[in-house]
């Protein structure tokens, strides 16, 4: 078998693909974006369920109501995260 001096070059496409799956969603870049309560479980990793207990019990981030809708500004998440941080012992 002889040796391709020349081996196949990924596509553009397969390249785009592989930078869009790596880099943060678009929605999530900037601190006052609107991000869905599907997004926000994805980013907080737990399920929507928990996020809606959450809202419930009044101990998850800050969330805006537009309509009918949840939605969460980044901001209020990242703060809510910090105000979550636990000293070490």
């Given at each position: 078998m002889a040796?391709?001096?020349h081996p196949p070059q990924p596509?553009?496409?397969a390249s785009q693909q592989s930078q869009l799956s790596t880099a943060e969603p678009h929605h999530l870049a900037t601190a006052d974006a609107l991000?869905?309560?599907r997004a926000t479980a994805a980013y907080l990793g737990v399920s929507i369920m928990t996020?809606?207990?959450f809202r419930t019990k009044r101990v998850?981030?800050?969330?805006?109501?537009?309509g009918r809708c949840v939605r969460y500004r980044r901001s209020?998440?990242?703060?809510?995260?910090v105000s979550r941080t636990k000293q070490g012992g």
């Open positions: 040796h391709d001096p596509s553009h496409q991000i869905d309560p996020l809606a207990d998850g981030p800050d969330y805006i109501k537009v209020d998440i990242e703060a809510w995260l």
